[in-house]
């Protein structure tokens, strides 16, 4: 852990430039949001906040925030929360999030202690504003998602800030290294930087991090997704189930052709990543001769072979209901889904070959944790046999516990100076 330079040192000339770039820009904020309003891609009720007005009050005592930019970051994030909280019940937690879908499953998965606001804009009024309102005791930013504005903001105003659950691909490197002073500069005011994986950390290195200790994804040891008991109660007569989820159209394939051959044994759910798409799924499970029902139109009384779940937040429910997923995006480009949410609720998983956006994850479950299925039959074996998958993953997922309460007393320390 390194000391953060002097909060009134000079602001570097690539900052500056920054910060009067996004001062120019700062009367058309308002124009921009409201029109991405009316394309449905900000939360119409609450947009107010991307220019740093809060819609909820600030809790009394030490408040930590936090930010992801998406779901996947925000939902990981809540680990976090639970083992600092664990170890300072005093501790509120603000998590932050760029996206409008990100409030939606927050709200799905709550935490005690926690509230959830949009990250305001990175211009000088509205981080500015953001800041004088929340006065956080720390600022603690997850994976890639660094807004040098604010970051240089927070550390004029004395605040310490960490970097974790850090990723940073050679791809991604590239393009940060095109503006790399501007990086620097937003990296000089972390106080901490702890990365997912090695090659993280050199990226960083190379983009002008001094320090950057490893110790994994913090995805292990998020809390269970929310539950759903009374829809559980009502479903779980049909089971058994299995589940496709998040998927996308290559493993949906796989996955039907699977249930082709397990039909009347089990049902087969679908949980797409897009929610658009629930049509053209039932249509391909009709023509391939399987019954299929949206999940949100109510279930026929008779059994049904696919069950596509078209309500977005629910996948707590289907990972309880299911003894196995088949993790979507990874048959594809998309390289990959989290599979630790469905390991969380005692879910055996099943992946493709391309995982490189969970590289780290598929690979600390490699060994007996999950199973590696390239064909429709390979997914029918690996079905036959999740007893001892779950088991080693579940044990997979203990063991980094204890890393992770190693980094949030890390974090602590930061608060108390």
């Given at each position: 852990?390194?000391?953060?330079?002097?909060?009134?040192?000079?602001?570097?000339?690539?900052?500056?430039?920054?910060?009067?770039?996004?001062?120019?820009?700062?009367?058309?904020?308002?124009?921009?949001?409201?029109?991405?309003?009316?394309?449905?891609?900000?939360?119409?009720?609450?947009?107010?906040?991307?220019?740093?007005?809060?819609?909820?009050?600030?809790?009394?005592?030490?408040?930590?925030?936090?930010?992801?930019?998406?779901?996947?970051?925000?939902?990981?994030?809540?680990?976090?929360?639970?083992?600092?909280?664990?170890?300072?019940?005093?501790?509120?937690?603000?998590?932050?999030?760029?996206?409008?879908?990100?409030?939606?499953?927050?709200?799905?998965?709550?935490?005690?202690?926690?509230?959830?606001?949009?990250?305001?804009?990175?211009?000088?009024?509205?981080?500015?504003?953001?800041?004088?309102?929340?006065?956080?005791?720390?600022?603690?930013?997850?994976?890639?998602?660094?807004?040098?504005?604010?970051?240089?903001?927070?550390?004029?105003?004395?605040?310490?800030q960490a970097m974790v659950n850090a990723r940073l691909n050679g791809a991604a490197l590239a393009k940060r290294q095109r503006a790399h002073k501007l990086y620097k500069a937003a990296l000089d005011c972390m106080s901490l930087i702890d990365a997912q994986e090695d090659d993280t950390a050199q990226n960083l290195k190379a983009l002008g991090a001094a320090e950057v200790s490893v110790s994994g994804s913090l995805k292990p040891v998020a809390p269970p997704l929310a539950d759903w008991p009374e829809a559980r109660a009502q479903l779980a007569p049909r089971g058994p189930f299995w589940v496709n989820a998040p998927s996308h159209p290559a493993d949906e394939a796989l996955a039907i052709a699977a249930q082709k051959q397990l039909k009347g044994q089990r049902t087969l759910v679908i949980a797409p990543r897009l929610l658009g798409r629930v049509d053209d799924i039932l249509t391909t499970c009709r023509a391939e001769g399987l019954t299929a029902a949206r999940w949100s139109d109510g279930l026929p009384d008779t059994a049904v072979?696919?069950?596509?779940?078209?309500?977005?937040?629910?996948?707590?429910?289907?990972?309880?209901?299911?003894?196995?997923?088949?993790?979507?995006?990874?048959?594809?480009?998309?390289?990959?889904?989290?599979?630790?949410?469905?390991?969380?609720?005692?879910?055996?998983?099943?992946?493709?070959?391309r995982t490189a956006n969970f590289a780290n994850d598929y690979a600390a479950l490699s060994d007996g944790g999950a199973t590696l299925a390239t064909s429709a039959q390979e997914i029918i074996a690996a079905l036959a046999d999740t007893t001892r998958t779950r088991a080693k993953a579940e044990a997979t997922r203990s063991a980094e516990f204890d890393r992770k309460a190693a980094l949030a007393a890390r974090l602590l320390e930061l608060i108390d100076g």
């Open positions: 852990m390194r000391t953060v330079a002097d909060p009134h040192r000079t602001m570097p000339r690539a900052m500056r430039f920054y910060r009067t770039s996004t001062r120019l820009i700062e009367p058309f904020a308002p124009r921009i949001l409201r029109s991405r309003l009316a394309k449905g891609k900000e939360d119409p009720d609450r947009w107010h906040e991307k220019l740093g007005q809060p819609s909820t009050g600030r809790p009394n005592g030490p408040l930590v925030w936090m930010h992801g930019v998406g779901v996947g970051e925000v939902l990981a994030l809540r680990g976090l929360v639970s083992l600092m909280r664990s170890a300072r019940p005093d501790l509120n937690v603000l998590i932050t999030s760029s996206a409008a879908s990100s409030a939606t499953a927050f709200a799905n998965n709550p935490i005690e202690g926690t509230i959830h606001q949009f990250l305001p804009l990175d211009t000088p009024k509205a981080s500015g504003a953001f800041l004088d309102y929340w006065q956080p005791n720390l600022g603690i930013w997850a994976e890639q998602d660094l807004w040098p504005g604010i970051v240089w903001d927070a550390a004029a105003r004395g605040i310490p072979d696919v069950i596509v779940a078209d309500t977005f937040g629910q996948l707590g429910l289907w990972y309880r209901l299911a003894d196995a997923a088949l993790i979507g995006g990874t048959f594809s480009d998309i390289e990959g889904h989290n599979p630790w949410e469905a390991i969380a609720l005692g879910c055996a998983v099943i992946h493709g070959p």
